[in-house]
């Protein structure tokens, strides 16, 4: 049995050329209220704060009700406490909250309002903007039990990440729970009102409502200026344990020395990760796969019972961050004279840097690509892991530590079958003559690498290929869709299905006879 995790850590921005690239990991801990930014470019200017003894002097309810309260104030001391009563299947039950004077968004991003929702059950509402002429643009949303909210009904259009060459976009409003207007007429230089509405609810809700204001639209330029610090993090937001000095990395490395040598790996462990106890099977000297007793076990060297459980990709590589075209991002970049000019580099005209690479330095010094290494592996063994999964650095292999998976792709110029032309991932033609000769050659290259190391666990070749599309119509059977559409003269897997239909048919006649179709050539 064999249980791999696998976790990636930094992040990327890619080319505008690929438009690739990963989203940064704490951009998103943003959007979910988990950081604070410290510098967010957004302008607000509050409507109603819903204070005093004519705080809700513009507040009307319809099959709802509405009075003031303490309770989710999140501004001041008062707050719009709605009841929101049930209602006939069609009769909406709504909170409006009116302008005092026609509101203006032109220009503007929308509008953000504080709820409160005080019961222990999730709660599903909407909110919309209404013009003077009655058109409407909002959407339906939803806030969990006992929590407090800032909702952005957001008219602004995204940009797209790709012309600034990352998948996606941090948030232009941190913290927010953003709500995406429908399309509309909505004039937004002639608003009226915000509704907080429910459809029809079965019993009565209580929501508590404050603070609403209108907020200002971000420039994506004014966003991303900046963003990337000298460490690769984000820079416009602040959470715990964020690296604030390369001195902290010393101070770290430090404590986490400590946390290993205090916590070393499961006792229940013996040399290969295995359960010494219990059952056993045949001692091979390698990883195998052993019956006993009518269960099928992974077998250790030793021939002690083995659960791998490990985690995949454990390299330093693919961590470049293209730089060209985009240096208006980065906050602060190493000089090329200093000791990490070593993680710059150049592919055509376009400069990367290695921060991941550049931070281990900082940590571990000079010697940091074997300290990374010999770290992880203390990591692994102190998580109560025994096992390096694929897509790992093949520096692993022959670690004397652990037990691995070795893992390689055969490439060459043998046949290929594009099964789904949505991914660009084809399936190597196993009746290719070329193939064959390519395996052999890989085999024995990685055979070379191991050298009959017994914590090699086995072999992983061309992993996670395309079998199937979702294409409804083919579905699992898009292998052999596929292998129909080429040609036998170019294709051996066609001439081997061809060469197997002649051996049953004889003839094109007797195929399309016995299967009910109309080919004219077997090719």
């Given amino acids: 049995m064999n249980k791999t995790i696998s976790i990636k850590t930094g992040f990327q921005l890619a080319s505008r050329s690929t438009a690739l690239g990963l989203v940064l990991a704490t951009i998103a801990a943003t959007a979910q209220g988990q950081a604070t930014s410290v510098n967010p470019g957004v302008i607000e200017e509050v409507v109603d704060g819903f204070e005093g003894v004519t705080g809700l002097a513009q507040v009307a309810g319809r099959n709802a009700s509405v009075k003031a309260t303490a309770a989710g104030a999140t ?82 259009a995204d940009a797209n990440p790709a012309d600034y060459g990352m998948a996606g976009l941090p948030s232009p409003y941190p913290g927010y729970q953003v709500v995406r207007a429908n399309a509309s007429a909505l004039n937004m230089s002639q608003v009226a009102r915000l509704d907080v509405y429910m459809r029809w609810p079965t019993e009565s809700k209580d929501l508590y409502i404050d603070n609403l204001r209108i907020v200002g639209a971000v420039n994506t330029l ?21 690296l604030t000095a390369q001195s902290q990395l010393a101070d770290r490395n430090t404590l986490e020395k400590a946390d290993l040598l205090a916590n070393p790996r499961p006792s229940t462990f013996d040399i290969y990760g295995a359960d010494p106890t219990g059952l056993k099977g045949a001692a091979s000297g390698y990883f195998r796969a052993e019956q006993i007793n009518g269960k099928w076990w992974f077998i250790a060297p030793n021939g002690n019972r083995f659960f791998s459980n490990g985690m995949d990709g454990l390299r330093r590589g693919s961590t470049l961050t293209p730089i060209t075209g985009r240096e208006y991002m980065f906050a602060e970049l190493p000089a090329t004279n200093t000791d990490l000019a070593e993680f710059y580099s150049t592919s055509g005209t376009t400069t990367s840097f290695n921060f991941y690479g550049a931070n281990l330095k900082r940590k571990y010094g000079i010697t940091y690509d074997g300290n990374w290494q010999t770290r992880t592996l203390d990591r692994l063994a102190s998580w109560g892991m025994n096992t390096i999964g694929r897509g790992s650095d093949i520096s692993f292999i022959g670690n004397g530590r652990m037990p691995y998976v070795a893992n390689f792709k055969v490439d060459g110029t043998f046949n290929h079958v594009l099964v789904d032309p949505t991914v660009n991932s084809p399936l190597a033609d196993p009746f290719d003559s070329k193939w064959l000769a390519e395996l052999t050659i890989d085999v024995q290259r990685w055979a070379g690498y191991v050298k009959r190391d017994p914590r090699c666990m086995g072999y992983l070749v061309d992993v996670e290929p395309i079998w199937c599309t979702y294409d409804a119509k083919i579905g699992d059977i898009a292998l052999a869709y596929a292998v129909m559409k080429q040609n036998s003269t170019s294709s051996p897997a066609k001439l081997a299905f061809n060469n197997s239909m002649v051996a049953k048919y004889g003839t094109v006649l007797n195929l399309n006879a016995a299967w009910g179709t109309k080919f004219t050539a077997w090719s």
């Fill in 75 to 156: 501004s001041g001391t008062q707050a719009v406490g709605a009841t929101f009563l049930p209602g006939a299947a069609g009769v909406y039950s709504t909170v409006r909250v009116a302008s005092s004077s026609v509101w203006s968004l032109a220009g503007k991003a929308g509008v953000a309002v504080d709820i409160t929702n005080p019961s222990s059950e999730t709660v599903q509402f909407g909110l919309a903007l209404f013009d003077t002429a009655g058109v409407s643009s909002g959407n339906y949303t939803s806030i969990g039990p006992n929590e407090t909210k800032t909702f952005f009904l957001s008219f602004q």
């Fill in 222 to 242: 004014d966003l991303l200026t900046g963003m990337v610090d000298a460490f690769g993090q984000y820079a416009k937001n602040i959470w715990p344990d964020k």
